[in-house]
């Protein structure tokens, strides 16, 4: 009989071999293609980094501004995918609005579907890297009730998502450089993390020989989960649901309860076992923008405080390991930039779309990638005799 290795969850599986991204869970390391993530948070860009993940170096001054050019001329979507929005609830959950639209790609681009075409893969990568922060825009106005507001070429990356998603037609959103900054670096932090289980599932999709649209689909799909990048927009209202910081120990207390399925969310990370270099960036980034912003002193603030303070120095979360992540802080900006909580995994998936791509790119370039294809350990019935249904 065939012999199978159980790794449930693959907690020490390795599904493929990758030179993208580097992570030292013990060391809490993050290297993209080599360079420390710190240092691309302070010193580059999110389009840079871009570059970087899908092809390996960072680009020279006319290759990066060249790439910028090709991301910025694929902003808009089709006139008609417009249509395809208005077929959800008015009340839709932005991502459950992403999951559908860009699937519907697939429908919409009929040139960059061929896999086997490096100039269709190239011109599907750069589709999805400039569309999907129009598309979580437009989910997010239609789950507003306001018109969509359509790409400006002549701004950032960040300034144009910011801009899609704070205009109206009333009153121009006014465009803070700070705030630009740290949207940017929210998107780099999230760009890419090896073989979470958004991009397992891109790469599973992926290795059936499925259109790129159609795989990142899936990936949203997954990111979507409480536990993965579902958790930013749980953990602040976990923080809200606290509401004031005398509520803290009670739910810490929750959190340490078996009977309990409570959890903190923000905390632990199936890799990071001392701290997640994320999160360390993002905290710096938090505490700049609320100073901008001048709300030093929210309540929600307040508890994510206190609430990391007592979670750091008990002896549960310190023996288990557990560290607040990249989610614990992200949610804290985002707030204070105005997002509403539902916009916060959808604002992941469109900073992580560059990660996946870039891993379906390497998978789909790798000449010995196969179609994934996991065995089980069966614990069904043996075989038995079918028995009629008048005589069971
Ligand atoms: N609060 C309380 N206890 C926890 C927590 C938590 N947030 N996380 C883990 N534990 C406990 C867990 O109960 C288990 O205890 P025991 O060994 O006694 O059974 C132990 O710590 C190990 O947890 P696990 O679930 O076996 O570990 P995992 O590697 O499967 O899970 C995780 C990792 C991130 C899913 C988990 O820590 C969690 O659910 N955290 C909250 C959700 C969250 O913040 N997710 C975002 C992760 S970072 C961004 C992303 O990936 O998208």
């Known amino acids: 009989a065939d012999v199978f290795t159980y790794d449930p969850g693959f907690t020490s599986t390795a599904s493929c071999e990758s030179a993208i991204t580097f992570i030292d869970g013990d060391k809490g390391e993050l290297l993209y293609r080599g360079y420390p993530i710190d240092q691309l948070a302070e010193k580059s860009n999110y389009l840079e980094v871009c570059y970087l993940l899908l092809h390996g170096e960072l680009p020279d001054k006319a290759t990066l501004d060249d790439f910028i050019y090709r991301v910025t001329r694929h902003t808009m979507v089709h006139e008609q995918m417009h249509n395809f929005f208005r ?7 932005p991502m459950a609005t992403m999951v559908g639209v ?4 697939s429908a919409f681009y009929h040139d960059s579907l061929d896999i086997s075409d490096p100039w269709q893969r190239e011109v599907a990568s750069m589709r999805l890297i ?3 922060p129009t598309i979580a825009a437009m989910a997010y106005k239609y789950s507003m009730g306001q018109p ?5 070429n002549d701004l950032s990356y960040a300034e144009n998502f910011l801009n899609m998603c704070f205009s109206v037609p009333a009153e121009p959103y ?3 450089p700070a705030l630009a900054k740290a949207m940017d670096r929210i998107f780099t932090l999230h760009a890419d993390h090896e073989q979470n289980a958004s991009t397992s599932t891109v790469r599973l999709a992926g290795s059936s020989g499925a259109n790129p649209f159609a795989c990142i689909a ?4 997954c990111l979507w989960g409480p536990a993965h990048g579902g958790a930013n927009q749980a953990c602040l209202e976990m923080l809200r649901e606290i509401g004031t910081v005398d509520q803290i120990p009670e739910y810490i207390k929750r959190a340490k309860d078996k009977d309990d399925p409570f959890r903190l969310m923000g905390f632990g990370h199936r890799v990071y076992k001392n701290f997640d270099p994320r999160a360390k960036v993002m905290k710096e980034s938090a505490d700049e923008v609320l100073e901008l912003l001048g709300i030093e002193d929210n309540e929600t603030l307040k508890v994510a405080k206190e609430l990391e303070r007592i979670a750091l120095e008990d002896e549960y979360f310190v023996s288990k390991k557990l560290y607040p992540n990249v989610d614990f802080y992200s949610g804290i900006i ?6 509403p909580t539902s916009m916060f995994t959808p604002i992941f998936a469109l900073s992580r779309t560059v990660g996946w791509i870039s891993q379906w790119k390497e998978m789909i370039e790798d000449p010995t990638n196969k179609i994934g294809r996991p065995r089980q350990l069966y614990t069904g019935a043996t075989a038995r005799d079918y028995v009629d249904v008048d005589k069971r």
Do not use: N, T, W
């Open 334 to 339: 985002l707030e204070a930039m105005g997002f």
């Open 218 to 221: 899936a990936g949203i799909a």
């Open 148 to 152: 969509f507001v359509y790409p400006r």
């Open 174 to 176: 006014k465009i803070e």
């Open 102 to 105: 860009v699937g519907a790609m």
């Open 87 to 93: 077929g959800f609830r008015r009340d839709s959950h």
């Open 130 to 132: 400039a569309k999907l």
